[in-house]
């Protein structure tokens, strides 16, 4: 007779657990862990919301010890923008409150998060060398979704690296992103062949872990995972296809604090995003503004949605409390906040996908879509636990506020990709009133026109009304933007560094100022290769590397109306930018430097003289391999579009419904089987 599965997992977990990199099996949360006497959940209203203690400690500890460096490492004495000593000693005390949101899009938004991040980063000389590096070192809050998330995370969980190390390694303890591994099929096409097989049986003992806890798993769980070899550090070429380290598992995004650069106050306090899918809805299209939209940060999950209002604390988010208290003392888990699965649920867009109700799967053609739409329709029938195609987490806000909040009633929450509401651009928790930020940035790889897959603005239109009708008591208000996606376009705000909300008409300003970095084509003119699909799922050393240095040379060189040159003075006018809220905090208010007021005309956008795209000519729009050698060679089921997109779907969704089944079969704790 066999041995039984769990006893057989447990050997193996123990036996694997015994090398000091850990297992895979250390993606199983604990539970039944002793509750602490202490109140983990705290509800509020938006009329008196307030921050975690010791999020306001983080961030108050870094004004007061790293910010000031960094302001005069940046900004130097002022007279480079054209303030004068006893302008800039006032501004001092006074600095502004910054925070970068990066917004989804798969590889592609990770990628291009990386090349702004480095055209921001004063440890990199040709962003120094440009002004605009140094951003970054000020900044308060970073928050990413879905692909934003994945950056987000491994900067996060690699000990705040330069982008450099982290992509591309560093030759010692990071091993990069190898992003040619297919996300997938890293073994390549064949499914069946031995590497892939064994990759496919490391996620697996992952995801029996955690379901043998008594924890309904679903497709994000494998999803997680196949990200966590990616972004997370203990994933070499070398050991991929192996099960000599844990591949990530067991990193909590509670233990961020933990990390050395934390400890130093380094990196911003970061923040990831989730939409949620009301319970019982079963919605497979794109969510309307309603849902409530979750946060995680290394201390906290829950959301400053008026509805909700209320946190927990993420070192017991696995736990299913009833208004506010576990169902007895020993009831608690941990350890659910894995980093993987964080950066899953945030990424976890299959509800939006695959549509059976239609019987259709975004990007496919009927034909393609209908054989494979058979096979997953088989599959994930058989799972008939809880919502497969969502991330499933205990809801530890059941009872609270049953007035105004939709799953108040139910023990579980459906979390899903954080674009699902149509705000790609996580810049929602930038604007709490608690977090008191003078200046957001949006850094914008949505994948929005349709041929061309440019962002066009809808993003932040999106974030504009949703902020502007239901979040009015506890969000800032918006800045003025224009008013569609087609007013984008043909303003070219959408095609260049914008800041909005530069002529507030208060004291202190009704609105943040918005400092828009969308992904656009090339300034010099040369041809795209930032431009690509959400679901192209592998790139080569060289795709990454020039994709990255375009982002790169575009964060840097601003634009110069009418013409394809880059604008020596945008590090300058970026830093103006950056330090025009201070002026409003010193009384009397000092006036707006001559230099700085140049650089506004140039940048800001003013609805009542709005710019045009016409001033930027020669871009070219239609995406260019720079790699097509590289993409035929190793990996041909990418070598076209079409192929590329149909590959990457049928790799992940064949490998996450064979997951699925398997689970359904073996582990009789998550399946019942129809
Ligand atoms: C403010 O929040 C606290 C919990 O932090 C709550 O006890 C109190 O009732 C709230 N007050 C108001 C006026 O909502
Ligand atoms: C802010 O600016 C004012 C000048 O209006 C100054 O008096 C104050 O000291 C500054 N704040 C700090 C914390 O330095
Ligand atoms: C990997 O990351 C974790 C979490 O940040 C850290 O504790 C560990 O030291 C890192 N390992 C290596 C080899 O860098
Ligand atoms: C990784 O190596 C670098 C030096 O190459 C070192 O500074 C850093 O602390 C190491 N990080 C970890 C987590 O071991
Ligand atoms: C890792 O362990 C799992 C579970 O036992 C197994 O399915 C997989 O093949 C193993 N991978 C390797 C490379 O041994
Ligand atoms: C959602 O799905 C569940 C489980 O399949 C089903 O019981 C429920 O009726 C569905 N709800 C709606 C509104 O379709
Ligand atoms: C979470 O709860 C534990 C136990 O009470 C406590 O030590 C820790 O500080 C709490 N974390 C946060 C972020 O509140
Ligand atoms: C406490 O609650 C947990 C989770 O619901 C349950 O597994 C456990 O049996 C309960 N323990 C007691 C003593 O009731
Ligand atoms: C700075 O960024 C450029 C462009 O991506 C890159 O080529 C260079 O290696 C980076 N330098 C460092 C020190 O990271
Ligand atoms: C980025 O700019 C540098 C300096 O102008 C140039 O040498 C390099 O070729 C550019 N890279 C790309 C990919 O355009
Ligand atoms: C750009 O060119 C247009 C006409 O082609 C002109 O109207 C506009 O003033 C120019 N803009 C700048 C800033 O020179
Ligand atoms: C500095 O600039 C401010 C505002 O432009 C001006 O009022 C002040 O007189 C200047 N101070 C000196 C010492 O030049």
Known sequence: MLLPLPLLALTLGLVAAASNEGSVTDYAPATNVQCPDTPLVRVFTPQNQTLHPQEVAYVNARAADVLPGAWKDWIGDGTGIGYNASVMQAMEGNWSKIGIGISGGGFRA???????????????ESAMAAGTGGLLQVASYLSGLSGGSWITGSLYLNNWPTIKDMVFGNGGNLSGWLLDLNLAAPAGVDLFNEDNQYFFGSLLWSIEAKAMKGLDTSITDPWARMISYHFLNQTTRANFFTNNTAHGAGQLWSNIPETAAWQQLQPP?????????????????????????????????????????????????????????????????????????????????????????????????????????????????????????????????????????????????????????????????????????????????????????????????????????????????????????????????????????????????EYPM????????????????????????????????????????????????????????????????????????????????????TCFQQYCFDPQNPPSQSELPGRQFVFVDPDPQGVSGALTFFAAHKAALIGGFVGLFVVIALLVTFLCVTTFLICRVS
């Open 269 to 509: 306090f970061p923040i990831i995003v989730s939409d949620s899918r009301p319970v019982g809805s079963n919605m497979t299209t794109a969510l309307p503004p309603g849902p409530v939209v979750y946060e995680m940060t290394p201390l906290e999950f829950g959301s400053w949605d008026p509805n909700l209002s209320a946190m927990v604390n993420m070192t017991y988010a696995g736990t299913h409390f009833v208004n506010g208290t576990p169902p007895n003392e020993t009831a608690c888990v941990t350890g659910f906040d894995q980093a993987g699965f964080i950066m899953g649920s945030s990424a976890s867009l299959f509800n939006q996908i695959l549509d059976f109700a239609q019987n259709t799967l975004q990007g496919f053609s009927s034909q393609d879509a209908s054989g494979l739409l058979y096979v997953l329709g088989r599959q994930l029938q058989e799972v008939s636990t809880r919502a497969n195609d969502v991330a499933n987490w205990p809801n530890p806000f059941q009872g609270l506020k049953s007035q105004n909040f939709e799953d108040s009633a139910s023990d579980w929450l459906e979390l899903i990709d954080g674009s699902s509401n149509g705000e790609n651009v996580p810049i929602g928790q930038l604007f709490v009133r608690a977090r008191g930020l003078d200046v957001v940035v949006a850094v914008d790889s949505s994948a929005d026109e349709a041929t061309n897959l440019w962002p066009n603005g809808s993003s932040i239109v999106k974030s504009a009304s949703r902020i502007s009708t239901l979040l009015l008591a506890s969000h800032q208000l918006f800045p003025p933007i224009p008013m569609t996606p087609d007013d984008f376009i043909s303003t070219g705000v959408n095609r260049r560094p914008t800041f909005f909300g530069c002529y507030p008409t208060q004291n202190p300003p």
């Open 110 to 124: 990770a990628q291009y998060g990386a090349g702004v991040l480095s055209g921001l980063d004063a440890r990199n």
């Open 514 to 597: 918005l400092i828009y970095l969308p992904n656009s084509p090339p300034l010099n003119g040369d041809n795209p290769t930032t431009n690509t699909g959400t679901f192209q799922i592998a790139y080569t050393p060289v795709q990454t590397r020039i994709f990255i240095d375009q982002v790169h040379n575009n964060t840097i060189g601003g634009f110069l109306p009418n013409t394809t040159g880059p604008d020596p003075n945008f590090g300058k006018c970026l830093q103006c930018a950056a330090v025009d809220r201070a002026r409003y905090k010193i009384s009397p208010m000092p006036s707006r430097s001559d230099f700085c007021g």
